[in-house]
């Protein structure tokens, strides 16, 4: 999609930037010890400390990622703010007052509070390691997203960026900096999220005038495929037409391929050829080439509707009486070269509206798929590592359990937004069938540059502030519960700042490699596969480390170990990874699911258990 950068959004995103770092410098001088590095000293206050948790948790994944969802599939995007927000129960009634007990840097304090266990400090500081990996990747892709449209940058440009300046952030102040500008970023997405909600009901809904184009009607007859990237066949002459045979629900198509029309890109978009007109290829509507992505093409059975300001629930009831304009894709490979069609898919309101449109889980196969998925962002939030080092920035359990209580109302009505914010998109015609990370931002331009230049640049702030907590948490792990478990001799504070620092740049380097490598993939879907290894691997030790008595330091390593390599070998093997990240489109995977929780979280449960009870029979023996 063509992007036209504008000195507006450059200047405020600049100032965002240079606010942030003014933050990161400030607190500098106020750090030098461990304990400031890594937990701001245990002196947030609680109200504050809720706040950035929220800005900790609404990461790239819950702005971009699940607005995207939504625009792109409906009710069953929004099951993933379901899924993020009842998380944060299991975090409340379980594990926030219990954790900030037995902590002081790291959740592995908490799993070796009663062990003094090498093995429990070394697997738990790897799993941590692994966990911020797997969600740092969806915040530096979210991150590449945002540049292009705000700056004109290439995606890599925007990764490299986000990576320097968290890196200089974590390196310089640690958690204080971290979590003041996770306050900042958390209160101003959710501020400018309730205003951009606010535009779209105020604007209400429109159809339009264009008749709806289905695939169906071009079965044989001269549609082009617009290829902007490489040539598929060096082989093909000018004007030879190629056709192909694809599948699209259920029905086979056949789609031909005019090498002489051809513009060099790399998606391929369907061009009608009676006409010229382009259906989408990102071009301005200023060319006059332009047709809406994403909106309605009745409302009620009627056309040229146009409903004027609605409230809350007149929104959705009228997208449920009309028919939206949806867009499927069907991805097909030519050796090394991938082409990538993109068809209309009217579909009434009601059915978006509901689940089925991703999950339409009609086999055993997708229950069980759809089913782990809602297990890891059940079981996730309460185990990921850069959430629960929060709890030792609080001077007390009962401030632990009074954050989660900000938190949770402050996600639980950002999460609301994220519904209608997504269907504002579905139905605005601004999507980028390419990105469907950009869909808020977008919809953001539709109303005005400022308001999209504010948006994209507090999401942009958004990812800092997570990839912030992530690499704090990545550098405590490496120096408390790696090096400095290792390590023969102990280190002194000094030391250890000075390892994290330098902890702080090497993951940093890592996300930023790992954040061009996935270019293109959803950041929620993404964040999804964290939020199954954080479950499988951390969750089972931390439940029953505080809950039976019988948990031994071998059964903790041991569902550790199995919970982390179990769901990594799931996820590596699954279809979606050899679709998107091998690129083996029309290879077949040899797992069946995408979403390991299902197997994984029973299967590290179960292996605790019995280690436990064999070791412990073993100590009873001696």
């Known amino acids: 999609m063509n992007y036209q950068p504008s000195a507006l959004g450059v200047i405020i995103f600049f100032v965002f930037i240079i606010s942030v770092l003014l933050i990161s410098r400030y607190f500098s001088k106020r750090t030098s010890s461990s304990a400031g590095f890594y937990t701001a000293g245990g002196h947030i206050h609680w109200s504050v400390n809720g706040i950035a948790f929220a800005g900790d948790y609404l990461s790239a994944a819950s702005f971009l990622g699940i607005c995207g969802m939504i625009a792109v599939y409906g009710f069953d995007g929004f099951l993933y703010s379901i899924g993020y927000l009842a998380g944060w129960m299991v975090a409340l009634f379980v594990i926030a007052e219990p954790l900030k007990r037995m902590g002081k840097y790291t959740f592995a304090d908490a799993l070796d509070s009663k062990f003094k266990s090498k093995g429990i400090r070394i697997t738990a500081g790897i799993s941590t390691l692994i966990v911020s990996l797997f969600y740092l990747i969806p915040q530096m892709v979210g991150a590449g997203s945002l540049v292009t449209p705000l700056l004109g940058w290439p995606h890599w440009v925007g990764v490299i960026l986000v990576g320097i300046v968290v890196i200089i952030i974590v390196a310089t102040a640690g958690m204080a900096s971290t979590t003041y500008v996770q306050f900042l970023k958390g209160s101003l997405l959710i501020i400018f999220s309730i205003v951009l909600v606010i535009m779209v009901l105020g604007k209400g809904l429109k159809t339009t005038s264009y008749e709806t184009l289905a695939v169906e009607s071009y079965d044989g007859s001269d549609i082009q495929l617009v290829a902007e990237g490489k040539s598929i066949s060096n082989e093909w002459k000018a004007g030879d037409k190629i056709f192909f045979e694809v599948e699209i629900n259920g029905k086979p198509t056949i789609w031909s391929f005019n090498k002489e029309k ?327 995977a040899p797992m069946p699911i995408d979403n390991p929780a299902i197997i994984t979280v029973p299967l590290s449960f179960i292996t605790l258990v019995v280690v436990s009870l064999i070791t412990k029979k073993k100590e009873i023996s001696k």
Request: hydrophobic share 50%.
């Open 262 to 588: 051809m513009i060099l890109e790399e998606t391929l978009f369907i061009t009608n050829l009676a006409d010229g007109s382009i259906l989408y290829n990102g071009a301005p509507k200023e060319d006059e080439r332009f047709r809406q992505v994403g909106d309605l093409s009745e409302i009620g059975g009627e056309k040229n509707v146009e409903t004027g300001s609605l409230g809350m629930f007149k929104f959705i009831g009228k997208i449920k009486n009309a028919t939206v304009i949806r867009w499927n894709k069907v991805v097909m490979m030519d050796g090394e070269n991938k082409l990538t069609i993109f068809y209309q898919n009217p579909t009434p309101g009601k059915e978006v509206l509901v689940t089925g449109q991703k999950f339409p889980v009609k086999t055993g196969r997708d229950k069980m798929n759809f089913i782990s998925l809602m297990l890891a962002l059940f079981f996730g939030t309460a185990a990921l590592p850069h959430i629960l080092i929060r709890y030792y920035t609080v001077s007390s359990p009962a401030a632990a359990r009074k954050s989660t209580i900000v938190a949770i109302m402050s996600i639980g009505l950002f999460y609301i937004l994220t519904l209608f914010m997504g269907l504002g998109s579905m139905t605005s015609g601004v999507l980028d069938l390419t990105n469907s990370n950009m869909a808020a931002p977008l919809l953001a331009r539709s109303f005005s540059v400022a308001i999209f230049a504010i948006i994209s640049a507090v999401a942009f702030a958004t990812v800092l502030g997570t990839v912030s907590g992530l690499i704090v948490a990545s550098s405590g792990a490496v120096v408390h519960d790696l090096v400095g478990k290792i390590s023969k001799k102990g280190l002194s504070d000094k030391k250890q700042v000075s390892i994290g620092k330098l902890a702080a740049v090497i993951v940093g380097g890592i996300a930023i490699v790992l954040g061009i490598v996935f270019k293109g993939m959803n950041v929620s879907f993404l964040v999804g596969w964290a939020f199954a290894v954080a479950a499988s691997a951390n969750l089972p030790a931390i439940v029953m480390v505080l809950f039976w008595k019988g948990t031994t330091a071998k059964g903790v390593v041991s569902s550790i170990i199995v919970g982390l390599v179990s769901a990594m070998t799931i996820i590596l093997l699954s279809q979606t990874t050899y679709d998107s990240v091998y690129h083996l489109v029309g290879v077949k």
